[in-house]
């Protein structure tokens, strides 16, 4: 996974898991946490002088803040690198949200034109083993975070030319599209996997790349709603479906029957 610009960030979990430090633990903890979502799933390499350099502080100073905020239970270090329990629950979060979307896209597109199973009452066991239990990381991602991570970008949105995809202007068009198509937001994103799947290239670096497909998705999932009609039914209504004849009262059936 990539470098992460982006990571949801919780004021008051922060405030309140900073309660006692001083002003100097909380900065060097706040700017290791930039860094460690910075290096993605490489990892934060716990090299001294590396963070201090990075931190604008001396090796020394970063040893001392660094044996404070591993005692706090604020960093951990594991085999040459050095981490947060939170951040690395937020990684594999999007990490696994990515690999899911990449799935559902190769595999919606491997089993078109076969015919769905139908669906059962029976709850199917939880198989997941990388679900986490907690949330102490947020479920994290919202809706639109979800079309970014869909769409081939990162949760942010913030592309290679510093311009953001699904802006707030981008975002609010783009759900009157769907809601006016009827859409849900699981549709959406499988609209969305099924296009960039299908698309040669960089990802699209607007929402409108996307107006078609809905349309479309909305198309299908509208005919299987309809159903199939068969000949016979065409030919009695010449409308694809048979008109039902009224049942009028039995003193006006004679009338009918003439």
């Not at 008051?12 to 900065?27: H, I, N, V």
């Not at 499988?190 to 299908?198: E, F």
């Amino acid at each position: 996974m990539n470098a992460l610009p982006y990571y949801p960030r919780y004021p008051r979990d922060f405030f309140e898991g900073t309660a006692g430090m001083s002003l100097e633990e909380k900065g060097a903890y706040g700017l290791v946490l930039d860094l460690i979502y910075m290096m993605g799933a490489r990892g934060l390499p716990d090299d001294p002088q590396y963070i201090a350099g990075q931190l604008g502080t001396s090796v020394r100073k970063w040893n001392s803040l660094r044996k404070s905020l591993i005692e706090r239970g604020k960093l951990y270090p594991d085999n040459g690198i050095i981490s947060n329990k939170r951040a690395d629950k937020v990684k594999i979060k999007q990490r696994t949200y990515q690999d899911n979307q990449a799935e559902n896209a190769s595999g919606s597109n491997k089993n078109k034109g076969l015919e769905k199973p139908p669906k059962t009452d029976r709850e199917e066991p939880d198989t997941d083993t990388n679900k986490i239990d907690d949330d102490s990381a947020g479920d994290g991602l919202t809706f639109r975070e979800k079309v970014c991570l869909a769409s081939g970008h990162d949760a942010s949105g913030v592309m290679v030319n510093s311009k953001i995809f699904a802006n707030r202007g981008d975002f609010a068009e783009f759900e009157t599209k769907r809601i006016g198509l009827g859409l849900s937001e699981a549709n959406a994103l499988d609209a969305i996997a099924d296009a960039v799947q299908a698309k040669q290239g960089d990802p699209p670096t607007s929402l409108r790349y996307f107006t078609k497909p809905l349309q479309e998705f909305a198309g299908k999932l509208s005919a299987e709603k309809v159903g199939p009609t068969s000949p016979r039914q065409s030919q009695q209504s010449g409308l694809g479906y048979k008109v039902p004849r009224p049942d009028f009262p039995p003193e006006f059936k004679s009338e009918f029957n003439q």
